[in-house]
């Protein structure tokens, strides 16, 4: 360390602003240019040189008047270049799992949209029904009721509940044409015939 740096950087410390703007125009180039080699930006590298040297100004109190101002000041900006190398790859990691978290809903909402759109057509067809029919519907597949079973609940024979029941697979199968492979599937499941 020179003399005319020596006594820049006891002035400096002081608080003498002409003193930090003579170190800030003799090394600041030198900074930016320390710092591109680290991380390939040039906007960067000047944003980094100059939060530094603020960094440094507002905590002068802390530097060694002993010390080598440049060799401070270069161990600075390499410790901010290297923070902010690894604030970015925390950032990419926080946005890479945000996405895959969105494209996680996406393709979640997608595969069960239909199922969404199914059942609202399935409760529109159910409310459809004649009130007698809907309930003995029902009764059938919501409580997994036997025909003869409901046909004691309701006070009605068993053929009258066979009646309700064709009736109701008739009109939820109209109403819902194009999902009839689910209509298969619940005509299978005819249970308590």
Same mark, same amino acid.
């Given at each position: 360390?020179?003399?005319?740096?020596?006594?820049?950087?006891? @002035?400096?410390?002081?608080?003498?602003?002409?003193?930090?703007?003579?170190?800030?125009?003799?090394?600041?180039?030198?900074?930016?240019?320390?710092?591109?080699?680290?991380?390939?930006?040039? %906007?960067?590298?000047?944003?980094? @040189?100059?939060? #530094?040297?603020?960094?440094?100004?507002?905590?002068? =109190? /802390? &530097?060694?008047?002993?010390?080598?101002?440049?060799?401070? $000041? *270069?161990?600075?900006?390499?410790? #901010?270049? $290297?923070?902010?190398?690894?604030?970015?790859?925390?950032? @990419? #990691?926080?946005?890479?799992?945000?996405?895959?978290?969105? %494209?996680?809903?996406?393709?979640?909402?997608?595969?069960?949209?239909?199922?969404?759109?199914?059942?609202?057509? &399935?409760?529109?067809?159910?409310?459809?029904?004649?009130?007698?029919?809907?309930?003995?519907?029902?009764?059938?597949?919501? =409580?997994?009721?036997?025909?003869?079973?409901?046909?004691?609940? /309701?006070?009605?024979?068993?053929?009258?509940?066979?009646?309700?029941?064709?009736?109701?697979?008739? &009109?939820?199968? =109209?109403?819902?044409? =194009?999902? $009839?492979? &689910?209509?298969?599937?619940? #005509?299978? *499941?005819?249970?308590?015939?």
């Amino acid at each position: 360390m020179n003399l005319d740096e020596e006594k820049l950087l006891e @002035a400096f410390i002081k608080g003498d602003e002409q003193a930090f703007s003579q170190l800030f125009q003799m090394y600041y180039d030198d900074a930016c240019r320390y710092i591109i080699r680290i991380i390939r930006d040039q %906007d960067t590298a000047e944003e980094i @040189a100059q939060a #530094t040297f603020v960094n440094l100004w507002e905590k002068r =109190d /802390l &530097i060694k008047a002993d010390v080598s101002f440049k060799s401070y $000041l *270069f161990r600075s900006v390499y410790n #901010t270049a $290297l923070n902010y190398l690894k604030h970015q790859k925390v950032v @990419a #990691t926080y946005v890479s799992r945000k996405q895959e978290n969105i %494209d996680v809903v996406k393709k979640s909402y997608v595969s069960h949209q239909p199922d969404f759109e199914l059942q609202k057509r &399935i409760d529109d067809a159910l409310e459809s029904l004649p009130p007698q029919c809907q309930r003995v519907f029902r009764l059938s597949r919501e =409580d997994g009721m036997k025909y003869h079973e409901i046909a004691d609940e /309701l006070g009605i024979s068993k053929k009258t509940v066979e009646v309700h029941m064709g009736k109701a697979l008739r &009109i939820l199968r =109209d109403h819902l044409s =194009d999902y $009839l492979t &689910i209509f298969v599937f619940l #005509t299978l *499941f005819n249970i308590g015939v």
